[in-house]
């Protein structure tokens, strides 16, 4: 087993989060144990799950069998839009612990906002406050919030969220969703963070993985694509969580600690940002997302 080597950033209440993990978004249950067990070997020691994965049970199951001690491993999940409102949260946090095979959860998110009935989503984070409060969880957050919803958030709560995950990768930078972050004290966590949803979905001439400004930064350092992108990220304060299975790209995406992006670099990348999202807006109702019910642990 390796010896973790992974640098940390402190959360706004003093707990610590490495600065990348590994994400299991897509990641089907039977291959998640896998997964999760190559990270971990790797020297990874963040894993980002979810409720509406229907893999958090693989997480747990993962962590146990890896040998290192519960606290060496921070894991991260979230509570799903059919779960929102109070008392509905705090038996989603019992669906997931169970799940999951613990008694504490690191980092317990709001996976999405749920704008057409704000008021569950009030609720359910304070559920999420109460949990922070009994010591249930380490630290809360959301996740793709806005800073338009982050300002109707925010004078709603008691607990600034340490953490707001959004998608974010070269195509798609969310300058001003990062600075609202910023400046209520929130660590911005990138999803698709070296742009695979631009992969998925667009073709492979506009992926990031083939862009001419990153595989000519990537060239100059001896490094992949991969590799660029993430280091974008953790040089400028964000923390990232890139997905995969094979255990050959769960390494790749690990090293990133050995060479450091040149602020023309930094700059270069920056530049690359189309303004388009790949995935759903926050900011419109999502009626779909109320058709996934999560079922008990």
């Known amino acids: 087993m390796s010896e973790p080597t992974v640098p940390h950033y402190t959360l706004n209440n003093g707990v610590e989060i490495p600065v990348i993990g590994l994400g299991v978004f897509q990641t089907q249950p039977a291959e998640t144990t896998a997964a999760v067990l190559a990270a971990l070997e790797t020297g990874y020691r963040h894993i980002d799950t979810a409720a509406a994965y229907g893999n958090e049970r693989e997480v747990g199951e993962a962590v146990r069998r890896s040998g290192l001690a519960r606290d060496e491993v921070f894991i991260e999940t979230k509570l799903w839009v059919t779960d929102y409102g109070y008392d509905a949260a705090l038996h989603a946090f019992d669906k997931s ?14 996976h999405q906002p749920r704008v057409e009935d704000f008021d569950l989503t009030i609720a359910a984070y304070r ?4 949990l922070l409060a009994d010591g249930r969880v380490r630290s809360i957050g959301v996740s793709n919030f806005t800073p338009a919803i982050l300002q109707r958030f925010l004078p709603a709560v ?6 707001n995950q959004i998608e974010l990768h070269p195509y798609f930078t969310q300058v001003a969703n990062v600075k609202a972050n910023d400046d209520a ?3 911005t966590q990138a999803w698709s963070p070296i742009g695979g949803i631009t992969h998925y979905r667009g073709s492979e001439a506009t992926s990031t993985f083939t862009d001419e400004t990153i595989v000519s930064i990537g060239q100059r350092h001896g490094r992949t694509p991969a590799q660029v992108m993430l280091r974008w990220h ?11 299975k094979r255990p050959a790209r769960i390494a790749e995406n690990f090293g990133v600690f050995g060479f450091a992006l040149t602020d023309h670099e930094l700059a270069a990348i920056d530049a690359l940002d189309t303004g388009t999202r790949g995935g759903p807006d926050p900011e419109l109702p999502q009626p779909g997302f109320l058709n996934l019910a999560i079922p008990e642990a």
Request: charged residues 20%; hydrophobic residues 55%.
């Open 97 to 110: 612990a169970g799940k999951l095979g613990v008694d504490v959860i690191d980092l317990l998110l709001l």
């Open 127 to 130: 559920a999420l406050e109460a």
């Open 158 to 163: 008691e607990v600034v969220p340490a953490v």
């Open 185 to 187: 004290g929130i660590l």
């Open 234 to 244: 953790i040089q400028q304060g964000r923390q990232v969580i890139p997905k995969s």
